[in-house]
């Protein structure tokens, strides 16, 4: 049973326009959120983070949006950058446990 | 400032064969530390985590095992290698404390022939 799904295997984005990547998640007690992001052979880089009590938080061009009832949240890129192309990971974690779930992720391509 | 260190960077074992991957963290003391494995195609699965000397919670009981004899080292383990066991292990850490996120160290390639 996946708790976190991202449902874009991949998606694509003119540099300098706004990239949109979307995580939804199962579990209503997840109250803390991750996004990573992933280059080829390296390993995942923590971007931002939000938790349950608030629904967004930003940090220079990365906005993450938390919508609890709908179970959902959303990383903004703006404006994306070439430098943006790699695969992202979503992440969620209970307070109660010590245990990170991540999706499966979504590889961003920034075209020039 | 803390640092992660995952070695070796690349291993091709034969079917069978032992495994030992091992990761140490620098710069924190008392840390979470945990084993996730990428698969090809896949996401980040959780394998293990440890909140402590000795203390392993395990995700996925196949044929692998980890331990953590000291406070700072990671280890994971196989007896016997299987074909599935293929993939890109990552080891990660985090401050014991709530809502603290987890840092990677480079990962292990390991192609199980």
């Known amino acids: 049973d996946q708790q976190v799904k991202q449902n874009s295997p991949s998606l694509s984005v003119q540099e300098g326009r706004i990239s949109i990547l979307n995580c939804d998640y199962t579990n209503s007690m997840f109250d803390y959120f991750l996004w990573y992001k992933k280059y080829p052979a390296e390993g995942p880089t923590f971007l931002i983070s939000i938790s349950s009590i608030k629904d967004k938080n930003e940090d220079g061009r990365f906005t993450v949006f938390l919508n609890k009832s709908a179970k959902h949240l959303s990383l903004h890129i703006v404006p994306s950058q070439p430098g943006d192309s790699a695969v992202y990971f979503c992440a969620a974690s209970d307070h109660r446990d010590d245990k990170i779930i991540f999706g499966k992720g979504t590889r961003l391509h920034i075209l020039p | 400032s803390q640092t992660i260190h995952q070695w070796p960077a690349t291993l091709v074992q034969p079917v069978g064969s032992p495994l030992s991957l091992e990761c140490t963290v620098e710069?924190?003391?008392?840390?979470?530390l945990y084993w996730y494995r990428q698969a090809a195609g896949r996401g980040l699965q959780l394998l293990f985590y440890s909140v402590g000397i000795g203390q392993i919670s395990s995700e996925v009981p196949q044929n692998l095992s980890a331990s953590r004899p000291q406070d700072r080292q990671f280890i994971l383990s196989s007896k016997k290698l299987l074909l599935s066991d293929s993939g890109f292990y990552l080891c990660a850490w985090s401050r014991d404390r709530i809502n603290s996120p987890l840092h990677f160290g480079n990962g292990t390639r390991l192609t199980v022939t």
């Open positions: 710069g924190t003391s008392n840390p979470n």
